[in-house]
Structure formats: structure tokens, C-alpha cells
């Protein structure tokens, strides 16, 4: 039998499902004050939603969906002036509200108030392709040179203490040679950066064998938001991120996925999760260990996990020295851990932190022209559709509903059209 760069039958099924997830998307405004190529949403200039709106959009998750956090995004949410009012309505309803920023509007008072209405979390989208031209400094950077400021922000989330700090970075087929790099940057900040996302660059470009329709009328390719009349690298997967990040980190190994509606074995969410100190990862807790926190936290809570706190992550040493008795790939960590503080005993003062690496591969097209999504979509917001009815839709595809008033689907084009 072939062997797998990642075999789904050594994975959990993250339990997410539509009516009981971890995630859910809120977008209160849909301005921005960047324009990221790989971005799925138009930058709309007056489009901030009202108070009345978004605490509807709340109470329609709460109706229909548990769920653990709510990511704010947008468009900019930090743009959206009633922000730390939302974040309080979030946090009194016994959600964690994560916003979701390009970080340029946040500053220090900023964060204070945040933090103060009960942010839990942030996840800054820093990458090349975002046009962070304002200001010489990030202009043409690389992915390595963007560190830089990844650590100012992760610094200044950990000045204020206590809030989760995630990157998210959009991989371009020119930009894959730099994942191993930031997959171990971020252990190397692995005290104060909690996770580190990968997303799968998703567009679509003239080569695509498909036409696209809303009902039966065709709909011109230029006309769809998320187009590209560049030659791009669109087929990303996300074993071939999990092959990347190996040529540095041998042993990485993903513990549970979310697979793709269409296709058992697509790992549209992959997740990995690590134990170590800043300088030496001790393992990859396995499927059963995230397996293991999901249940006794629904059990607990009912409701699955999203984000862990950053207490909770710092907790690694505890983890080794309680779990290894019914966890293998702790008992395996325990093992490296010991050897570690063997060859230099003061290595016990050292703090040790868990770490979680997402991947995420969007929307697939199948042969027969369906497109498969992440089945349990964690990132699925509120539209009203046609008829005023709020409908569960997934966010990377809301252009969509808005300009044409449904999801697009779409056809493989005729050998004609092919030649042409
Ligand atoms: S289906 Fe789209 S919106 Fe939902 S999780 Fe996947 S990429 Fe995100």
C-alpha cells in the first residue's frame, strides 16, 4: 500500500459538525483598511452593520449552533466603531470573542479596552500579498522578514497578558518554500504565539476546466470577486504543507482534520498540535490526546473547544508529568523531555507551552464540477437570503449570495470550450 503523507485513518475527525462547533463568523463591517490579494470579501466603505444587527446575528448562532468562540472578522472589525462594545456583548453572552485583524489599527489604549470587555483572542493575518504599503517599513517585505512584525504583535499581546495570540498566513505557490521557516519561527516563540495558521491560496483563473451559474444563467468569470486573470498556483494541498514544514521539523505529525464535504480523505483543517520549550520540541500529541480534550471539554462545557487559553498552553509541563500514563504520544514527549533536562537539570526552570498548527485547504472542485467544503465549516456566518430568512452560509463564499443572490455552481466546460 502507498504510504500517505497524511493517512486519515491516524487522525481524529475534529467533531465539528453544523449545529455543534467550535468557531463560528461574525462580520460586523466589511471595510478594510488593506487590500490583500488572496482576501475572499469585497472592501466595502460603508458597510459597518448596526449594534441591532450583529447582536441578531449573535442570537441566530446561539439559536441554531453551539458554539465555542466567535471570530470577529470582516472586512477590519477594529474599523468598526462599536468593536469593544461587541466584544463585551460577545464575552457577556459566555463566548470568547477572537478578533480577527490585519493589526494596523490596534494600538496599546486600544488593546487595554479590548481586553478589559473580555477579548479572548486574536488572530492577525500577516503575509506578503496584503499591500501593507503604508509606511515604508512593510513594503516588499518577504514571509521571514514579516517576523518582525508578527513579534511585535505577539509582543504586545503578551505585554497585556492573558489574550490568545494566532497568525494566519495565506501560502501562494511562490511563497510555500517559506512555511518550514515560519512553522519554526513560531516555535521559537512558542511562550507567546499559540497558533499558527496556514491558508491554501483559493482563487479562481481562465484555466479552471468550469463554467459557473446562478440558476441556469452563466455567469462572466471576470464578474466573480475571487478571480485571478494571473497565472496562478491554485491546487495547494495541504499535504503538501505538512511535506514542506518536514524538511525542517522531521517528525511534524498532524493529529486530527476536518475532511472536505465531497471527499473522505481532504484535510481541509489539519491540525497538529506540539509540546516544547522555545528550543526544542519534546512532540506531536497524537489523535486520541486531542480526541481526549474535545469530549471531556463538551462534556464539560457542551460544547467543543476552538481556542485554549494561554494559562492553559503554558500548562505543558504539567501535561507531561499527569497524562503520560494513559497518552503514548506523551509518554513519548515525557521520555525526550527527560533526556533534555538529564543533560542540563536547570533546563527544569524552563516553562513548557503547547502549540497548535493549522492548515486549511478551501473550497475543492470535484471532477463532476461540485465543489467540496470543509465538512462542519467552522467559519460559517449569518445571511438573510431572498425570502428575509437568516440561512448558515459559509463566509469564504458570501460574495456569492450577495451579488447573485445564491451560491454559484458550477459545470465542467465542454470539450469546445476547453479547446478554446
Ligand atoms: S468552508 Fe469556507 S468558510 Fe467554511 S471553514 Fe472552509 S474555507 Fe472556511
Given amino acids: 500500500m502507498e504510504t500517505k503523507i497524511v493517512n486519515p485513518a491516524e487522525l481524529y475527525r475534529l467533531p465539528w459538525t453544523l449545529p455543534d462547533n467550535g468557531i463560528s463568523w461574525l462580520e460586523p463591517t466589511a471595510r478594510c483598511n488593506l487590500n490583500c490579494y488572496g482576501c475572499y470579501r469585497k472592501n466595502i466603505k460603508d458597510s459597518h452593520k448596526s449594534m441591532e444587527q450583529v447582536k441578531h446575528e449573535l442570537d441566530v448562532f446561539q439559536e441554531l449552533r453551539k458554539t465555542d468562540c466567535i471570530s470577529i472578522a470582516g472586512g477590519e472589525p477594529l474599523l468598526y466603531p462599536n468593536i469593544v462594545e461587541l466584544v463585551a456583548e460577545i464575552k457577556s453572552r459566555g463566548l470568547k470573542p477572537i478578533i480577527n485583524s490585519n493589526g494596523i489599527a490596534l494600538t496599546k489604549e486600544l488593546l487595554h479596552e479590548l481586553k478589559k470587555a473580555g477579548v479572548f483572542g486574536f488572530t492577525f493575518h500577516i503575509d506578503s500579498k496584503q499591500g501593507r504599503g503604508r509606511g515604508p517599513k512593510w513594503e516588499g517585505k518577504n514571509e521571514l522578514e514579516l517576523n518582525e512584525l508578527r513579534l511585535y504583535y505577539a509582543e504586545m499581546l503578551a505585554a497585556e497578558g492573558g489574550i490568545a495570540c494566532s497568525f494566519n498566513s495565506t501560502v501562494y505557490g511562490d511563497t510555500l518554500h517559506y512555511v518550514p521557516e515560519l512553522a519554526a519561527w513560531a516555535q521559537k516563540h ?188 467552522p467559519d460559517i456566518t449569518v445571511w438573510k437570503d431572498k425570502n428575509g430568512k437568516d440561512q448558515l452560509v459559509w463566509s469564504c463564499r458570501l460574495e456569492e449570495p450577495m451579488q447573485y443572490g445564491e451560491f454559484l455552481h458550477t459545470v465542467p466546460k465542454s470539450k469546445e470550450e476547453l479547446k478554446n
Avoid at 193 to 201: A, D, S
Avoid at 219 to 226: A, G, N, Q, R
Avoid at 285 to 313: C, D, G, Q, W
Avoid at 328 to 352: E, M, T
Fill in 190 to 377: 512558542i511562550d507567546i504565539v499559540h497558533t499558527m495558521v496556514f491558508i491554501l491560496f483559493r482563487y479562481i483563473t481562465p484555466d479552471l476546466p468550469y463554467d459557473f451559474y446562478a440558476g441556469d444563467k452563466k455567469i462572466v468569470f471576470d464578474d466573480i470577486h475571487y478571480h485571478s486573470n494571473k497565472e496562478e498556483v491554485t491546487n495547494l494541498k495541504a499535504p503538501q504543507i505538512v511535506a514542506e514544514i518536514r524538511k525542517k521539523a522531521h517528525d511534524f505529525t498532524p493529529a486530527a482534520f476536518l475532511n472536505g464535504t465531497h471527499k473522505a480523505d481532504d484535510f481541509k483543517w489539519l491540525l497538529t498540535e506540539r509540546i516544547g520549550t522555545k528550543d526544542k520540541v519534546f512532540g506531536y500529541l497524537n489523535n486520541k490526546f486531542i480526541e481526549m480534550v474535545m469530549e471531556v471539554y463538551h462534556y464539560k462545557n457542551n460544547r467543543y473547544l476552538s481556542y485554549a487559553s494561554p494559562r492553559t498552553l503554558s500548562m505543558g509541563k504539567t501535561t507531561l508529568l499527569i497524562l503520560w500514563t494513559i497518552n503514548k504520544s506523551i509518554r513519548s514527549a515525557l521520555k525526550k523531555y527527560l533526556g533534555y533536562l538529564a543533560a542540563n537539570p536547570f533546563r527544569i526552570f524552563k516553562k513548557v507551552y503547547m502549540q497548535s498548527i493549522m492548515i486549511i485547504q478551501p473550497v475543492d472542485f470535484m471532477p463532476n464540477g461540485d465543489q467540496s467544503m470543509c465538512d462542519g465549516c
